[in-house]
């Protein structure tokens, strides 16, 4: 419904001159009982036969357009134009870079299937179908990648929305689904070198987090401290976010954290570790351990609603605790207030890293409570680590803000399958597939820099002048390792096994060095960490090789290939 003024402007009557003539053509409509008033809200609404009339002068109007022999096409911006060929050879040209000459004779081939089509109307889409499909025939395969349009099916797209089930977090999650969807096929097409994308794709790779692969980092160590005596410059980004103040006290920290936690949401693909949290929490003159405990709970709680990327609610936030900075009361209090917070969160999202394993004993108890009732704790004796193991400092690093890069794993039983279980075979495949890993994280570094820079992630790049003091480390994971050498190769744990996964280790380490320096990186891991990896590479083996029985499924229904190492004590 809309009122007199409302109507007036939609139907093109701008100026007090033509109010005379609308209400002329208002009355028309009134009397032959296409529009109704509603008097008591003054407002008019179309009626079912203005509704019949108009869905009856649409279809003579595509009639029309159907007899007059030309074609007319419904475009992404909503609007009807009639069909022009010069589009096609703008598009070659501006989006494929295809030479002018070129472009002319495919669009040319196009334009003559075009007219060929038995349809009412021609649709953008349906023409890039068309040009892509004669790109192919003609074995312009780069060209085709450029101009492919990205994007769901509209089949997914109603799959979706029927399987409310699996959506977690609302419209929200159908949205990064579908965007996620584009940046994904736009890495494989577009972005990675295609020897890369085609590792990903058979399985001797994966890259996780593929949707946002090439515009956030995974995990970021930051300190509170870089933004509690001047604040946080977003530099004109987020222009509807309240500015977050000096942090002086404990009540500017319950502000400025939320704050800072879901626009760090927002730039991090899988975690966040946050360290000088607890200081500025206990520097106020703050005795009662309740107050503290219940300060904390409610930053946390606040804190929850940080946006996230994927189903597994990543990325999620590391608050480090050190055990011996403060007196036992003080940390019960800190540790008292996590567990109410966690009591509160069906699935918590915010962990703590506890700091110094000389203290753990006095709080032995609290810690298993917390686990118990499904807390996220890292324990470390020193230094700062995030939750599934990734360190902080590589070698002598010590910058305030660390960037890690590491969703990309290798699959390590693959290569021993065709290793024919010779060891020395399958450490120089090993070797083999590390370069080209490493080149693409390299770029990749390239690429969040340069977004960096252009203050698409404006949070980290005003984190105490990262660009100019911050450090980037790149990790290559490996996938399936007690797998590889223990099952596959056949090497016995209690005999040579320990001795040879060494070796294995030692070789993708050296080798990661050694490309590194050729490739001006400096901060270069070889890690084992848990990732998706896992289950994707046992699921292609599976299908490759047949099932598995070596898979370690355990009790799970999934198969899938082990992650990091059990040592014993």
Do not use: C
Not at 226 to 244: C, M, P, T, W
Not at 438 to 443: H, Q, R, W
Not at 498 to 511: G, N, R
Not at 515 to 543: N, V, Y
């Amino acid at each position: 419904p809309l009122t007199y003024s409302e109507l007036k402007s939609l139907a093109g009557f701008k100026s007090k001159k033509e109010s005379g003539k609308f209400a002329y053509h208002l009355r028309k409509l009134l009397r032959q009982s296409l529009v109704a008033l509603n008097k008591a809200e003054r407002r008019y609404t179309i009626t079912n036969l203005g509704k019949l009339v108009l869905s009856l002068a649409r279809q003579i109007e595509e009639r029309s357009i159907i007899e007059s022999g030309k074609m007319y096409v419904r475009t992404t911006r909503h609007s009807i134009e009639e069909f022009n060929s010069h589009k096609i050879i703008q598009s070659l040209v501006r989006e494929a870079n295809m030479p002018l000459e070129q472009a002319n004779k495919i669009t040319e081939e196009v334009e003559n299937k075009i007219y060929k089509f038995q349809t009412s109307y021609l649709t953008s889409s349906l023409i890039r179908e068309t040009v892509n499909s004669v790109l192919i025939e003609h074995g312009h395969e780069e060209y085709r990648n450029k101009l492919a349009r990205l994007g769901l099916p509209a089949s997914d797209i109603v799959e979706i929305l029927n399987n409310i089930d699996t959506v977690k977090n609302g419209a929200d999650s159908i949205m990064s689904k579908a965007s996620q969807s584009v940046f994904s096929e736009h890495l494989m097409l577009n972005i990675l070198p295609k020897d890369i994308a085609d590792m990903h794709l058979n399985g001797e790779i994966s890259i996780s987090n593929s949707g946002i692969w090439s515009l956030l980092p995974d995990t970021v160590f930051l300190n509170i401290t870089d933004f509690a005596e001047v604040g946080l410059d977003l530099k004109g980004k987020f222009l509807n976010v309240s500015r977050i103040p000096a942090i002086k006290n404990s009540d500017d920290l319950g502000i400025a954290l939320p704050i800072l936690i879901s626009l760090l949401s927002r730039e991090v693909s899988t975690e966040i570790v946050l360290d000088g949290i607890i200081p500025l929490l206990l520097e106020d003159q703050i005795r009662e351990p309740n107050e503290i405990a219940s300060r904390f709970e409610n930053i946390l709680i606040a804190s929850s609603v940080a946006p996230s990327y994927s189903p597994a609610g990543l990325p999620i936030t590391t608050i480090t605790v050190q055990l011996d900075k403060f007196d036992k009361k003080s940390i019960d209090a800190v540790l008292s207030g996590y567990r109410s917070y966690i009591a509160s969160t069906p699935v918590p999202r915010i962990g703590i890293s506890l700091i110094n394993n000389d203290k753990l004993r006095d709080y032995s108890d609290t810690i298993a409570s917390i686990v118990r009732a499904g807390g996220i704790v890292s324990i470390l004796q020193n230094g700062s680590r995030s939750n599934n193991g990734v360190r902080k400092n590589m070698g002598d690093k010590g910058s305030g803000t660390v960037m890690t890069l590491q969703s990309l794993s290798i699959n390590l039983p693959r290569l021993a399958y065709q290793s024919n279980k010779d060891e020395t075979y399958f450490r120089a495949r090993l070797a083999l597939i590390i370069k080209p890993a490493l080149s693409a994280m390299s770029m990749r570094k390239k690429t969040i820099a340069d977004l960096i820079r252009k203050q698409m992630i404006p949070v980290i790049a005003n984190s105490a002048q990262f660009l100019q003091l911050g450090t980037t480390n790149v990790i290559i994971n490996l996938t399936g390792i007690e797998e590889s050498v223990y099952k596959i190769l056949g090497h016995d744990a209690s005999n040579d096994g320990a001795e040879i996964l060494q070796k294995v280790l030692k070789t993708a380490v050296d080798v990661a060095a050694e490309h590194g320096k050729q490739l001006g990186e400096d901060s270069i891991g070889i890690a084992m960490i848990h990732d998706d990896s896992a289950t994707r590479f046992a699921t292609l083996d599976s299908d490759k090789y047949g099932r598995i029985s070596l898979l370690t499924s355990n009790q799970q229904k999934t198969v899938t290939y082990s992650q990091g190492l059990t040592l014993n004590a």
